[in-house]
Structures are given as structure tokens and as C-alpha cells.
């Protein structure tokens, strides 16, 4: 995702469709797991098959920064480039 916006940014419309087509289930995904992301899951069914990465310590903490960095260009794309 991060990097379909990146190209998106520069221009490249078939990467900026391809990135707000993929939006709305990545929101969806967040959602489902309430912004704490675990291990491994199912793209398909959501099932979690892995939730931490060790008992106790939690799932993939770096994913929420990921998906911070993604909507905020989300929020600038529609507005830098032509649809």
C-alpha cells in the first residue's frame, strides 16, 4: 500500500485505483482486529492463525504505524492528482 501511494503521488493513476480500490478492506481490517494486528491471519476469512509473536508479548505493533502512514496519504492523494 505504501508504495502504490508513493507511485500514486507521482502520477500514476492505474496505482492510485488500485490503492483507493484497497482502501475500504484495509479499514475493514483494522477494524475487525481494533487496530491491535496479529501475527498472521486469513486475508479471506480474517482468522487469526498466529495472534503474538510470543505469549504475552503481543501482536505486530509496527503494523498501526504502517497503517497511520498509509491513511495519511489517503487523505492527500485524492487532492494531488486527477481521478
Known amino acids: 500500500m505504501v508504495n502504490l501511494a508513493r ?3 507521482e ?5 492510485k485505483q488500485l490503492f483507493m480500490d484497497s482502501l475500504e478492506y484495509m479499514i475493514k481490517v483494522a477494524h475487525h482486529f481494533k487496530y491491535k494486528w496479529p501475527v498472521f ?3 479471506k476469512t480474517l482468522e487469526i492463525l498466529k495472534g ?3 505469549p504475552g508479548k503481543g501482536g505486530e ?3 498501526a504505524g504502517l497503517y497511520a502512514f498509509v491513511m495519511l496519504h489517503a487523505g492527500i492523494l ?3 492528482t486527477a481521478i
Open 78 to 80: 485524492p487532492r494531488t
Open 7 to 9: 507511485m500514486a503521488l
Open 41 to 43: 491471519y486469513d486475508m
Open 61 to 63: 505493533g509496527d503494523v
Open 52 to 54: 503474538e509473536k510470543q
Open 11 to 15: 502520477g500514476n493513476e492505474t496505482c
